[in-house]
Structure formats: structure tokens, C-alpha cells
């Protein structure tokens, strides 16, 4: 890596808040309890997630359980709500069931987004789509699936947490407004990898936490690997986020896609 590549490097790192040092058992404690604690402070009682199937909404999910347990057996009042928000019958469902299973969540919502989805579109469509049509309608479902966690956590006095973590972060690799909007992210400053591994420690199983990471919003193309689109691998973005030397190329594509997808990391722009 260049040295403009490594100063870069440590500027994204700090943004993110990505740990030098990490800990399985010391992230889970540390993120049970800021679960905890905002939804104490809050005056909130809920906690609403949507469940994939993937190692993000599992671990991201058992992590809510944990916390709402924890809030209960000290008196409080806290419910996990765990959501499927399927389009149509989704090829992975077996996933997510099994997702479910680890996190144990109080109570499961099944959401069928595709009529929504569907009406929207087809709402829109005199505005045009262009030749990425199929791309377009797989951010009209993520934000669909957003509509329908915010429509519950508002009905029972609830929070929506988000699964992005750094590795997306730093690819903006999330549907603005879509699965970007939550209003906490309990995954936040963990790569991939470490991801994986809290996921692990809390017991979900490898086929859990070996799942191949993939958005699967494409209609026409479902299942597209993550790596596929980003260009790089979950590999060469976890140890560039660990500060590890890596490919220059790859190097520079993390570097540029930071850079072009900064708006997706920002707060709106207010006139001054």
C-alpha cells in the first residue's frame, strides 16, 4: 500500500470507530448493555428488527434479546419484536427460520412486502426506470421493509435497529432510507469478520454465521454474493479496517467507493 493509501487508511478507521484490539466476549457485554441502556433511557419498551436469515439480523438480533431479557429481569418492561419481511415466498426462508430459532425473539411478525412494493412501482414506473429497473425495485423493497419496522415500532412504543456495521459502512453498501435508516446500530465499529465471530460466541450455528452475505434485491438476479457487487472481498475489507497491508488495489477500491458513497454516511445538508 501506498502511503497515501495508509494514512487514508487510519483517517477511515477512526471514523468508524473500529477497535485496534477485539474481544468477543467483551463486544457482547459492551453492546447488551448500550441496548439496555437506550432503551431505558429512551422510555421506549420495544425493540423491532428485521430478520434475514443472514449473520447480521442473527447476531444483531440475539444481541436485542439479550438486552430485553436483561431489562426484564431488573423490572422493567422491554419486548423484542422480530419481523420477516419476506417479497412474495423468498428462496431462503429455511435461513431464516433458522436464524429465528438461535434468537429466540418474544415475538415474530411476518410482513409480506411484495403487494406494497408492487403498488409503488407500478405507481412510479411513468417516471421511468431505465435499463437498471430490477436494481431500482430492490431499493423499493428495502425501504418497503423499513416502512413496515417503523409502522410496528411506532404502534407499540418501539426502536428499529439497523445491522450496518463497518465493513458496510465504509461501502455504503445499504439502500439509503432503506435498511440505512434505524434508529440505533448495536453492530456498529465491528468488520465482517468480527461480526461473525460475536455471532459465533453467542452460539449461532455455522451455517448461521457461514452464510454467503448477499443484499438479494434483484428480482431477476436473486442471491448475488455481496463480494460480486462490491468489488472487493469481506477479507480485504476486514483487514483494511484492521489496519493490515493489503492488496493496492483493492486498497484503492475501498478507498474510492468511501468517497463516492459519503453521502450515504452523512446527516441531510442544511443551508447555513
Known sequence: MSD??????????????VPASFDADVEIERRVAFLADQLRSSGATSYVLGISGGVDSSTAGRLCQLAVERIRDAGGQATFIAMRLPYG????????????????????????????????????????????????????????RMIAQYTVAGARGGLVVGTDHAAEAVMGFFTKFGDGACDLTPLAGLNKRRVREVGARLGAS??????????????????????????????????FLEGREIDEKAASTIIATHRRTAHKRAQPRALS
Open 4 to 17: 497515501e493509501s495508509r494514512y487514508l487508511q487510519e483517517l477511515i478507521i477512526a471514523e468508524l470507530d
Open 206 to 239: 455455522p451455517e448461521i454465521t457461514g452464510k454467503v452475505p448477499t443484499a438479494d434485491l434483484e428480482t431477476n438476479n436473486p442471491g448475488v454474493p455481496d463480494e460480486a457487487v462490491l468489488g472487493v472481498t469481506y477479507d480485504e475489507i476486514d483487514d
Open 89 to 144: 415466498v423468498q428462496a431462503d426462508e429455511a435461513d431464516a427460520q433458522r436464524s429465528l430459532k438461535f434468537i429466540q425473539p418474544d415475538e415474530t411478525l411476518v410482513v409480506d412486502i411484495k403487494p406494497a412494493t408492487d403498488a409503488m412501482v407500478e405507481s412510479v414506473r411513468h417516471a421511468g426506470f431505465g435499463e437498471r429497473e430490477d436494481f431500482h425495485v430492490g431499493n423499493v423493497k428495502a425501504r418497503q
